[in-house]
């Protein structure tokens, strides 16, 4: 098997996934968010487009899990990191060059940039092959490495570069200023003058002094006519080795390997991820790679499972102003399918079915997702209702809106379909909602489909053997405290109420008591 | 070159904080660095306000913070050698003999550091150029304070005769010869780089101009023919048009760039023979509140003799003459004065009168001790006394008005603090310590306390009116404790006289009540 991607495992699918744009969904379930935090720091390798791309087969999946699995390897992962930051040198350099006016400036900072990457791809190649890996990508990849440097043509490069920069460093001279005018001279040695200085006035030191030397900014690449003025005498004074320098630059234009440029912009998808990640594995929050449960002809388990999950996008804004996330778990069983979410406000209900789609949709992209042990179904789409502003320019109401996104989706799905839904029909009576409701829960159990509902529908909850209850934990002592917990409990509108009573000693017994 | 004044081998002040501290102004009291306390004992401030060491100082500095500085910093932080000592008293009598010449040299200094500091002009922006030029002006400026500061060496090196200034001015000689000194000037001369700069230079990153390195002053070997006729030098050589001004300016930043590290190197320099008249200052800044002290005592007709030094523990002290000085100083006359012999003796419990002049007496003899291992001369006729580990004092102090402890927690905190720190060989004065209490207990306290310290090699000075714990060890006869007690005639008098005598049990205090209550308040 020869090297195609690090991303994919084969060439078509590459060449989809340049165009992704960005899938419906990903607004209602804050996916935006993450991805743009994701690939915050990463312009140049333009990443978007593979995070809009969900896989549709385990064995695309696979291929990714086994690299990340392989990155998580400390070692492996810094010298990949340290690669990618050469191979972004290497662009760099080569932007000085096109920016730089002097022809002779211009030379050797495209010297250095063939340095850097030669030095780069060498030391990322020796690297590899001491490194453990088990991935059909990195292995393939490394394997054309191997290949790439022991071709005469690398090996010419490497020597060339050598020869070039020990001349270069080699060159001494000597400017002689005087009023408007400069000399440049060979070198020859003298005597620094500060030293003797120094050494006449030593005898007066008594304890450390200031220092006055100016800082000039040895950074700034910019150079002035006199620089280069001066430069070009130089060169005269030494014409061999500029000579070389000249052709090195004619000769070697396209020195970047297409297969290694591609590369270097793939990795960053799984370091980027990681970078991300890795900011809130610090705490008590853990990441898991999820099994993946694909759809079989019978198309019969979905027997799903998440522990000590998350919603990334909610713990990136906690994670900046410092609060705490709170972690949720779900199980489906047997012919369990729709989770039907109740309770009071503010419980974290649309955290919990946005957390639901998110881990989906990231265990589709092959990535690691939050929590601690996960089994995740491999969808072919995802979709979602939430609730929505109106919008003035919309002939339509609310309630007709809803429905028809609603028929949409129905006509779109299959069995193999997630669907996510919060807090539809609410700008209708209570009956209306019931009846309507009702309607559509008979059409999802119809298509056997996974679905998340936020509602406020107690029915729902209890509707039949295929709809699981969940609804947001109460503290019994302070109910008016908010745990984010969502847990698998009967939907009972009065616990909440009952709760807020009992601190109040507003309940019936209390009451009783206190009207003595 | 080092100045060798306040010690032999070492400088007072090697970090120069008392220049910086004079430099920056205030800023120095929230910097730990710049802070006084590292030169002092642990106890200094209570040695300042038990002794009442502000009055001494004052006088030393006659209004001048940098004198009163070097002096507090002096005076507080004791020797503990005689050598030092010794060495001291013969450069304060020099001083003394030859208060004119030593003042001018002062001045010098002063002029020196005054000059200085009003030719800065090195702003943030400043260039190599302009650090070079500067440099030279202050170096030139230098140059002639250090002409005359050789004069001063040469005229008086046969005058003085303490081996401190023999030193300084032998140092003088030698460092700045004729030749030495013809030396800088030419290297001023130089330094203007007249024929143009030669720098050498590498290849640095990106092909850019690296390691320039100033040679010494470029020398044109072209002979007079080629000179007339312009040839150029060989090598290439670049005219910058005189209408290129940016060319000119890339001239001249390169020129700088060439310049940088001798113009560093050169007002290093200028910092270094600052720093060199910084330390000679500051170590005469010293004798120079000497003299002013001087001045003061000679004013009221009060003497001043150079104390006898003995060694540690030899449990000498004897004086005459002895006076405070700084009771002396604050009311601008003569005061009246006390002879003891307390040879052999480390235990002194001076007991009686109220008002009687027991206080004033342990200070005389605190202050005497303190100015005697600074190397001064001291208030008194004659003074002989062991040199001490530390002086050490604990006064009754004011109630405590923040409310945190009592007023025996207090004392028994700082007594505390005192036996953490104390070393065998030390001098603890006590006033009226473990009053605070009834005198039963108090007196326990006090007698446990002191017969520690004393059995530990401590010479402890002890002011009571707590009559069980004075009468309990006179009664037992020790040979090396003597009791002293403020005179009082029949009739009530005190004449501030301590004589030795045996404790009493009462301190008069109803003579105090009845001036105060029955006849006014007493003149």
């Given amino acids: 098997m020869s090297f195609i991607s690090i991303l994919f495992n084969e060439k078509t699918k590459q060449e989809n996934a ?64 340290y690669f990618a930051e050469r191979i972004s040198e290497v662009r760099k350099y080569l932007k000085l060059v096109d920016k730089l006016y002097y022809k002779r400036q211009k030379e050797i900072w495209f010297l250095y940039a063939v340095e850097v990457y030669c030095d780069a791809v060498k030391k990322f190649s020796e690297n590899l092959s001491e490194a453990q890996m088990n991935s059909r990508g990195l292995r393939t990849f490394q394997d054309y490495l191997t290949n790439y440097i022991s071709s005469s043509e690398f090996k010419l490069l490497t020597e060339e570069i050598k020869r070039l920069k020990t001349g270069l460093e080699n060159v001494k001279y000597r400017i002689i200023i005087r009023d408007n005018s400069f000399t440049v001279q060979n070198y020859e040695p003298g005597i620094d003058y500060s030293e003797e200085i120094e050494k006449t006035f030593q005898k007066f030191k008594q304890g450390a002094v200031k220092d006055y030397l100016v800082k000039y900014n040895s950074v700034s690449q910019d150079m002035n006519h006199i620089e280069a003025q001066i430069l070009d005498f130089v060169a005269q004074l030494n014409p061999d080795v500029f000579l070389k320098l000249e052709n090195f630059n004619s000769s070697n234009k396209d020195f970047i390997d297409e297969t290694i440029s591609v590369f270097d912009r793939e990795i960053h998808f799984y370091i980027s991820y990681f970078e991300h990640i890795k900011k809130f594995k610090s705490g008590r929050l853990k990441f898991c790679h999820p099994v993946i449960l694909e759809s079989s002809p019978q198309g019969t388990c979905k027997e799903i499972f998440l522990n000590e999950g998350f919603d990334l996008a909610l713990a990136q804004k906690l994670n900046e102003s410092g609060g705490q996330i709170i972690c949720n778990d779900f199980y489906l069983e047997d012919k369990e399918r729709v989770i039907v979410v109740t309770g009071p406000n503010q419980g974290g209900k649309t955290t919990f079915a946005r957390m639901f789609g998110q881990l989906h949709y990231l265990a589709s992209l092959g990535c690691p997702v939050p929590g601690s042990e996960a089994k995740l179904f491999l969808f072919d789409n995802i979709f979602t209702q939430f609730e929505r502003s109106e919008k003035v320019e919309n002939l339509r109401g609310k309630l007709e809106d809803d429905l028809t ?51 406020f529908i107690d029915e729902l909850a209890s509707f039949d053997e295929k709809t699981v209850s969940m609804t947001s934990r109460i503290v019994p002592d302070n109910p008016a405290m908010r745990t984010f917990k969502i847990i698998r409990r009967q939907a009972d509108g009065l616990a909440y109420a009952l709760a807020i009573a009992e601190k109040y000693k507003l309940t019936y017994c209390s009451i009783k008591e206190r009207i003595k | 070159m080092k100045a060798f004044l306040l010690f032999k081998d070492r400088d007072f002040d090697p970090k120069q904080i008392l ?21 002092l004992p642990w106890n200094a401030a209570a040695l300042v306000q038990d002794l009442g060491l502000d009055i001494l100082f004052n006088k030393m500095s006659d209004g001048n913070d940098f004198i009163l500085e070097a002096a507090e910093t002096v005076v507080l932080s004791s020797l503990t050698d005689a050598e030092t000592i010794l060495y001291r008293q013969g450069i304060l009598h020099d001083c003394m003999m030859h208060e004119d010449v030593v003042r001018n040299i002062y001045q010098l200094l002063l002029d020196a550091i005054e000059k200085e500091k009003t030719s800065h002009w090195w702003g943030l922006f400043s260039s190599p150029s302009s650090i070079l030029h500067e440099s030279i002006d202050k170096l030139s400026m230098f140059l002639e304070m250090l002409r005359k500061l050789r004069s001063f060496a040469d005229e008086n090196e046969k005058i003085f005769d303490s081996e401190g200034f023999e030193r300084l001015f032998k140092m003088l000689r030698e460092e700045l010869s004729d030749e030495y000194l013809s030396s800088l000037d030419e290297h001023l001369q130089q330094l203007k780089f007249e024929h143009g700069v ?31 006729m312009q040839k150029e030098l060989p090598g290439y050589t670049f005219h910058v048009s005189p209408r290129d001004e940016a060319g000119s300016r890339a001239l001249y930043e390169l020129r700088n760039q060439g310049l940088n590290k001798v113009a560093n190197a050169l007002a290093q320099s200028s910092d270094h023979v600052l720093s060199f008249f910084h330390a000679l200052r500051t170590e005469l800044a010293f004798y120079i509140g000497c003299l002013n002290l001087n001045h003061h005592l000679v004013e009221i007709d009060e003497p001043v003799c150079f104390p006898k030094p003995g060694k540690n523990r030899n449990r000498k002290m004897s004086f005459t003459g002895l006076y405070d000085v700084n009771l002396a100083l604050s009311m601008g006359k003569k005061v009246i004065s006390n002879n003891l012999n307390a040879d052999d003796k480390n235990l002194l419990i001076i007991t009686g009168a109220n008002t009687g002049g027991k206080s004033t007496f342990m200070r005389s003899i605190g202050i005497a001790q303190l100015m005697m291992q600074a190397g001064m001369f001291v208030p008194a006729e004659s003074f002989e006394g062991e040199i001490h580990e530390s002086i050490i004092t604990h006064f009754k102090r004011e109630e405590d008005t923040t409310m945190s402890s009592g007023k025996l927690d207090e004392e028994l905190s700082r007594i505390n603090e005192i036996i953490d720190r104390i070393k065998p060989g030390s001098m603890v004065l006590l006033n009226e310590s473990f009053a605070a209490t009834n005198e039963r207990e108090g007196s326990e306290i006090a007698k446990q306390i002191t017969t520690a310290l004393i059995e530990s090699g401590v010479k402890v000075i002890f002011v009571t009116h707590q009559y069980e714990f004075a009468h309990g060890l006179y009664g037992k006869k020790m040979p090396n404790a003597i009791f002293l007690r403020a005179e009082r005639l029949e009739d009530g008098t005190r004449t501030f006289r301590i004589l030795e005598g045996e404790p009493l049990q009462t301190s008069y205090g109803v003579d105090l009540y009845n001036a105060i209550f029955l006849h006014g308040i007493p003149n």
């Fill in chain 1, 405 to 455: 996104r609603i028929h949409y989706i129905l006509d779109k799905a299959t069995t193999r379909s997630i669907i996510i839904m919060n807090e539809i029909f609410n700008s209708t009576t209570i009956e209306d909602v019931s009846f309507l409701s009702a309607q559509i829960m008979n059409k999802i159990l119809e298509l056997d489909l996974i679905c998340v509902w936020v509602t």
């Fill in chain 1, 18 to 81: 340049q165009h992704a744009e960005l899938p419906t969904f990903f607004v209602d379930l804050n996916l935006d968010q993450i991805v743009d935090k994701i690939t915050e720091h990463y312009p140049e390798y333009e990443l978007k487009p593979f995070f809009y791309f969900p896989l549709s087969n385990l064995d695309e999946v696979l291929f990714r899990q086994e690299v990340f699995h392989d990155l998580e390897n400390i070692t492996l992962y810094e010298h990949i990191g």
């Fill in chain 2, 19 to 39: 220049m910086q501290r004079e430099k920056k102004s205030r800023a120095y009291e929230t910097d730990e660095k710049l802070s006084l306390k590292q030169f």
């Fill in chain 2, 198 to 228: 030669l720098i050498s230079a590498e290849l640095g990153r990106g092909n850019k101009g690296t390691n320039y390195i100033l040679n010494k002053p470029f020398e044109d070997t072209r002979n007079w023919f080629e000179r007339l």
